[in-house]
Every structure is written in structure tokens, then in C-alpha cells.
């Protein structure tokens, strides 16, 4: 299991998953149902309490707005 850490770190470096992110942003923004898949799909447990911090973890790296 990753942790949302390592799939930043790993974001920096991987070509598919940077698609696959821009794929997921491309309407500007992210539903809650999205970013659950994409964690599951990546074995990344993450709370349903701890979705707002991630979202605005994302906001402070750019990903979304």
C-alpha cells in the first residue's frame, strides 16, 4: 500500500499517472466518487474524514483550483 507521499514523489517521475491525473482534471475539478477511485486504484487508503485535506493538499501543488 502507498501512501499519498510516495504517489506525489512518484507523480514527479511518471509519465502515465501525470496522464492519468490531467485525464481526471481536465473539467477543472474533482468529485469526491473520482478521487476515491484514483486512491483505490493506487492501493492509497485514505479516510473519507481526511478528503478535505488532500484536496487542499492538491490545491497547494497545483493540481487543481
Given at each position: 500500500?502507498?501512501?499519498?507521499?510516495?504517489?506525489?514523489?512518484?507523480?514527479?517521475?511518471?509519465?502515465?499517472?501525470?496522464?492519468?491525473?490531467?485525464?481526471?482534471?481536465?473539467?477543472?475539478?474533482?468529485?469526491?466518487?473520482?478521487?476515491?477511485?484514483f486512491?483505490?486504484?493506487?492501493?492509497?487508503?485514505?479516510?473519507?474524514?481526511?478528503?478535505?485535506?488532500?484536496?487542499?493538499?492538491?490545491?497547494?501543488?497545483?493540481?487543481?483550483?
Amino acid at each position: 500500500m502507498a501512501t499519498v507521499e510516495e504517489l506525489v514523489k512518484q507523480y514527479e517521475t511518471d509519465k502515465a499517472l501525470q496522464a492519468e491525473v490531467q485525464a481526471i482534471l481536465a473539467d477543472g475539478k474533482v468529485s469526491i466518487k473520482e478521487f476515491m477511485a484514483f486512491a483505490k486504484k493506487h492501493d492509497v487508503e485514505i479516510s473519507m474524514s481526511d478528503v478535505p485535506k488532500y484536496m487542499e493538499q492538491a490545491k497547494k501543488l497545483g493540481f487543481i483550483k
